[in-house]
């Protein structure tokens, strides 16, 4: 079965210091990977993808094949960052995204 | 361009009532999407519509939810005898086909309570 599971409902680090948002999947096709961000009253809009390999808003994020996970991750948090990351799977249809629990960042000055 | 737009941004309704919600893809958008969005629950798929084919109905909670999508363009969410339970934010997000097809771009999302 296509799953993505976030482990971490909450997040919470100091302004500065490294993020790590944790994104494990199950597949048994070549996985297609995504992270969706929505800031306070804002829309849900993609961040970044695996396959373009980017980095958006300084926050990278490296497919894991043999692990089976897509973690997010930035050196340095900024309070702007705080909001809510969703991890997501191209599934089924290939147009279908399937979206894990979602964790939410709280950066404190 | 008008990005996608959902109505109406609340609603409130008696349990055991009928709600339809309403979704304005991108212009040129083939493919439509509805998502809940429920606290604690993440972003659970409903149903997803690509072109003039069937649409893929999987995510669909319960008898009680359909959605059409007319003209290939709008597309109505429709939940009779409502619950509880349904009380969540719809969200609708449409895509294109072509390389990027698999950027969602969202609208801003129904919040259905259900009193």
């Known amino acids: 079965a296509q799953r993505v599971t976030q482990p971490e409902k909450l997040l919470s680090v100091f302004k500065g210091a490294p993020v790590e948002l944790k994104c494990n999947y199950s597949?048994?096709?070549?996985?297609?990977l995504f992270w969706y961000v929505q800031y306070s009253r804002q829309r849900l809009q993609l961040l970044l993808r695996h396959i373009s390999r980017e980095s958006i808003k300084g926050f990278t994020a490296d497919l894991n094949k043999g692990e089976t996970s897509f973690h997010l991750k930035k050196p340095f948090a900024q309070e702007e960052d705080s909001a809510m990351y969703y991890c997501g799977l191209l599934g089924g249809g290939y147009n279908k995204l399937i979206f894990g629990a979602g964790t939410r960042l709280a950066v404190h000055p | 361009g008008a990005g996608v737009s959902q109505s109406p941004s609340n609603k409130v309704t008696e349990k055991g009532k009928d709600v339809e919600l309403r979704c304005d893809p991108i212009s040129g958008h083939t493919a439509l999407y509805w998502y809940r969005q429920s606290l604690g629950q993440g972003l659970e798929f409903l149903i997803y519509?690509?072109?003039?084919?069937?649409?893929?109905k999987s995510g669909l909670p319960s008898d009680r939810f359909s959605a059409e999508r007319t003209g290939g363009s709008v597309s109505t969410l429709t939940i009779q005898r409502t619950q509880q339970e349904d009380s969540a934010v719809y969200l609708c997000a449409s895509s294109s086909t072509g390389t990027r097809s698999y950027e969602q771009y969202f609208g801003p999302g129904t919040r259905l309570t259900v009193t």
């Open positions: 519509f690509q072109g003039n084919s069937a649409p893929d």
């Open positions: 597949y048994s096709g070549s996985p297609e």
